[in-house]
T-cell receptor, first 112, second 112 residues
């Protein structure tokens, strides 16, 4: 049973475009929502994370938007670059002591 | 600082063979975990440990065993490999259960 649903499965944009990756969750006990970035042959690495007490968080060109009532959150990459080409995973975790649940992943390709 | 080190990087097994995937971390992290990554399914938790001598099952534990005799090491054992265990395996560690997870570079396992 997938508790975090991620879309799209793959995404291709041109350099400078703004790819958007969406995630939806079911468990209202989740209170921490990270995004991980994974390059080929590497392990996932934490990119940015948000808690449900804020609706948006920015770190450089990466922004998380969070809609608590809709139980959805999304990752936006501003001015995307070919070096952003990677697989992106959203995840969710409940209160202290619970484990990360991952979405299915989105393979992003940014063409030059 | 090596972080999370996994060995081997690649492995081919015959059905029925056993093997151990090694994971070591040098960050004095309490929490360690094993995930498997399959296309379109994200990362799924196999087993985890909240400290030396303590292990518990994750989402997909069948066919795998773990032990945690030291803080640093968390090996994953496949007792009798099956083709369904063909996957990429990631070990992760974090200081506490609810802090940032650091992933190893993965082991690509093929069972024929």
């Amino acid at each position: 049973q997938q508790q975090v649903k991620q879309s799209p499965q793959s995404l291709i944009v041109q350099k400078g475009g703004i790819p958007i990756i969406n995630c939806a969750y079911e468990n209202t006990a989740f209170d921490y929502f990270p995004w991980y970035q994974q390059f080929p042959g590497k392990g996932p690495a934490l990119l940015i994370a948000i808690r449900p007490d804020v609706s948006e968080k920015k770190e450089g060109r990466f922004t998380i938007s969070f809609n608590k009532s809709a139980k959805q959150f999304s990752l936006h990459i501003m001015d995307s670059q070919p070096g952003d080409s990677a697989t992106y995973f959203c995840a969710a975790r409940g209160r202290s002591g619970s484990r990360l649940t991952f979405g299915e992943g989105t393979q992003l390709t940014v063409n030059p | 600082n090596a972080g999370v080190t996994q060995t081997p990087k690649f492995q081919v097994l015959k059905t029925g063979q056993s093997m151990t995937l090694q994971c070591a971390q040098d960050m004095n992290h309490e929490y360690m975990s094993w995930y498997r990554q399959d296309p379109g399914m994200g990362l799924r938790l196999i087993h985890y440990s909240v400290g030396a001598g303590i292990t518990d099952q994750g989402e997909v534990p069948n066919g795998y065993n773990v032990s945690r005799s030291t803080t640093e090491d968390f090996p994953l054992r496949l007792l009798s490999a099956a083709p369904s265990q063909t996957s990429v395996y990631f070990c992760a560690s974090s200081y506490k259960l609810n802090t940032e997870a650091f992933f190893g570079q993965g082991t690509r396992l093929t069972v024929v």
